[in-house]
């Protein structure tokens, strides 16, 4: 397989984790600097144990992914060992006893390391094509659909 199709497995293993709502195996799919930049969190998450701690605080007031399924991905190589994948995003939330619909474009940048594709950087914009469905509840979802 090329580096090209590693990196697009390794991203399909990442929208799998979280689609069925598998934090460990999501976050095993991130080396542990890795950061994040969520267009709904006001501050950059400089480490996957800050994304853990705040995907914690939303599971506390009733987070959970119901589904995510991803749409015209690509990827484009910057060396052997590091992929940049982007793609269209769709996920169900469930927020309490109500789901919410977001819509939002995703990039990740993978890197090799120690013979393993991982996330090293994740950020997520929302798609402009897409319309937000549902009510918000919690600040997890209010923070994952808001709109500038």
Known sequence: MTPAGEVKRAAADVVAAFSRHDPEAYFAKFSPNATFIFHGTPEFLCSRREYEELWD????????????????????????????????????????????????????????????????????????????????????TELLTERN
């Open 57 to 140: 605080s939303w599971e506390k007031e009733g987070f959970r992914v119901l589904g995510c399924t991803s749409r015209d991905g690509a990827v484009q190589m910057l060396s052997d060992d590091v992929g940049v994948f982007f793609h269209v995003v769709r996920t169900t939330l469930a927020d309490g006893d109500k789901s919410i619909e977001t819509g939002e474009r995703e990039t990740i940048v993978f890197q090799r390391i120690d013979g393993h594709w991982l996330g090293v950087h994740e950020h997520l914009s929302i798609d402009p094509a897409f319309r937000v469905t549902g009510r918000k509840h919690s600040a997890a």
